[in-house]
């Protein structure tokens, strides 16, 4: 199973990005997805995960509001539409998935799959 991540960039604050991530190598409608992200010199940390088919999602506490997680089953990817971006939500940010759980989990330790990571920049 493989991921790649992509759409990140340089957008100043207030400003939005549509990140994405096609899966390949498996049958995506089997796995929860998640979106993570790591700035430098911290943990990896999660950001929004949604379940098989849709009907749950879940988000951080710092991103609600302005982060939104989808998927198109048929194109076999998952999204992020990051609008109102601040600096602090500056990172790479790393899709991953997971065949065995049902729900859309936080825990980074469930997922089995990891894309390459997109790098965001938000400046001020």
């Known amino acids: 199973v493989q991921l790649q991540a992509f759409g990140g960039g340089l957008v100043q604050a207030g400003g939005y990005l549509r990140l994405s991530c096609v899966v390949s190598?498996?049958?995506?409608?089997?796995?929860?997805m998640g979106w993570f992200r790591q700035a430098p010199g911290k943990e990896r940390e999660f950001v929004a995960a949604i379940s098989r088919t849709s009907g749950i999602t879940s988000s951080a506490t710092s991103v609600k509001g302005r982060f939104t997680i989808s998927r198109d089953n048929a194109k076999n990817t998952v999204y992020l539409q990051m609008n109102s971006l601040k600096p602090e939500d500056t990172a790479v940010y790393y899709c991953a998935g997971d065949a065995n759980y049902s729900s859309a989990s936080s825990l980074l330790s469930v997922y089995d799959y990891w894309g390459q990571g997109t790098q965001v920049t938000v400046s001020s």
């Open positions: 190598g498996g049958t995506f409608s089997n796995y929860v």
